[in-house]
């Protein structure tokens, strides 16, 4: 066999490793590359600058505060009873009525909540399909990467 049709195995091996590398820094840039394909938001933020959350607040507040003037003033009317039974009967009547509006206002208050909850979400995913982003998660759960959307979502809902 001559020298012309011998195959040089070292060159092959090279040629081999050099592939592999490059493919490999290929592989690295391309993952490097979409590393910041998600959006992440600081939940906790954007539900502090709500004005939405911040309404449901203070009408909470508000309720609290009904419920309080209501049980103060059975306890004034109750306190001015002086037959037992009767004053038993007048509690468990005021008790009930406060009990009914509490569960009034709990049901109110959730809904709020709810409502709440999807028109953040709307706006988070709105502001992150702008970007080009679909995959979202709580700032707070990612230690490295994304791209923070939190001040766009905030000057929104706030």
Do not use: C, P, W
Not at 2 to 27: D, P, Q, R, W
Not at 112 to 122: F, K, P, S, V
Request: net charge positive.
């Amino acid at each position: 066999m001559s020298n012309e049709n011998k195959i040089n195995y070292g060159l092959v091996a090279l040629v081999a490793i050099i592939g592999s590398v490059l493919g490999s820094l290929v592989t690295y840039k391309v993952v490097a590359a979409k590393k910041a394909d998600f959006a992440v938001v600081d939940l906790q933020r954007v539900v502090l600058s709500s004005r939405e959350i911040a309404a449901l607040s203070n009408a909470r507040q508000d309720q609290i505060q009904e419920l309080k003037k209501m049980a103060d003033e059975a306890n004034s009317k109750i306190k001015n009873i002086k037959d037992e039974n009767a004053k038993r009967e007048m509690s468990q009547k005021f008790l009930a009525e406060i009990n009914a509006k509490r569960e009034t206002f709990d049901r109110v208050h959730a809904s709020g909540l709810q409502a709440a909850d999807q028109t953040l979400n709307e706006v988070i995913n709105g502001v992150a399909a702008g970007k080009g982003l679909g995959i979202i998660l709580n700032k707070t759960s990612v230690v490295n990467g994304g791209k923070d959307i939190t001040d766009e979502v905030i000057e929104i809902v706030k």
